[in-house]
T-cell receptor, first 111, second 112 residues
Framework: DAKTTQPPSMDCAEGRAANLPCNHS???????VYWYRQIHSQGPQYIIH???NNETNEMASLIITEDRKSSTLILPHATLRDTAVYYC????????????FGDGTTLTVKP | EAQVTQNPRYLITVTGKKLTVTCSQN?????MSWYRQDPGLGLRQIYY???????DKGDVPEGYKVSRKEKRNFPLILESPSPNQTSLYFC???????????FGPGTRLTVT
């Protein structure tokens, strides 16, 4: 799985868009970008994933650069409940069993 | 509703007293996994199972056992718990060919 780099922490004002970056310069052509978040001491929650095209669901949008070396998770209108650790993970969709979460980005949404 | 359940949610026990943490999922997924989470060390995978009767070690398997006798259940067994196994434990499941994982609510274990 490709290595990812995320800033350790970010702040965002409530109601504004939160843009969380992730660098994955060694990504392979068949590797997907996955995003999870973990609200304090709760189980991690899947947010979104993508391969090449930008993706949007009810929780967030995922923007992947054309060269696929970086991506941005966008929470369009952040709320206090979006305060969490956000993990960016890059991996192939295989049945390979091992799984690794990095350190993620701690997003703090402030009133 | 898709669910991953863990029991117990909280457990305080003593060194050496065998315990089992249960995990059950209702999504008919073949893949299940156990993680532990400790401050400063993030989520680390303990064991995973690709299917019934198929289990394999993750990154930190020492001191743990698992079994997978039926698809929906994947218990984590600590035969002789020690204080360094005090941690927050998560069970997860996913469909085989995707990394979209669903996590349980967690079990906070304290071993004194």
């Amino acid at each position: 799985d490709a290595k990812t780099t995320q800033p350790p922490s970010m702040d965002c004002a409530e109601g504004r868009a939160a843009n969380l970056p992730c660098n994955h310069s060694t990504i392979s052509g068949n590797e997907y970008v996955y995003w999870y978040r973990q609200i304090h001491s709760q189980g991690p929650q899947y947010i979104i994933h993508g391969l090449k095209n930008n993706e949007t669901n009810e929780m967030a949008s995922l923007i992947i650069t054309e060269d696929r070396k970086s991506s941005t998770l966008i929470l369009p209108h952040a709320t206090l409940r979006d305060t969490a650790v956000y993990y960016c993970i890059v991996r192939v969709n295989t049945n390979a069993g091992k799984s690794t979460f990095g350190d993620g980005t701690t997003l703090t949404v402030k009133p | 509703e898709a669910q991953v359940t863990q029991n117990p949610r909280y457990l305080i026990t003593v060194t050496g007293k065998k315990l089992t943490v249960t995990c059950s999922q209702n999504m008919n997924h073949e893949y299940m996994s156990w993680y532990r989470q400790d401050p400063g060390l993030g989520l680390r995978q303990i064991y995973y199972s690709m299917n019934v009767e198929v289990t394999d070690k993750g990154d930190v398997p020492e001191g743990y056992k698992v079994s997978r006798k039926e698809k929906r259940n994947f218990p984590l067994i600590l035969e002789s718990p020690s204080p360094n196994q005090t941690s927050l434990y998560f069970c997860a499941t996913r469909d085989t060919w995707t990394y979209e994982q669903y996590f349980g609510p967690g079990t906070r274990l304290t071993v004194t």
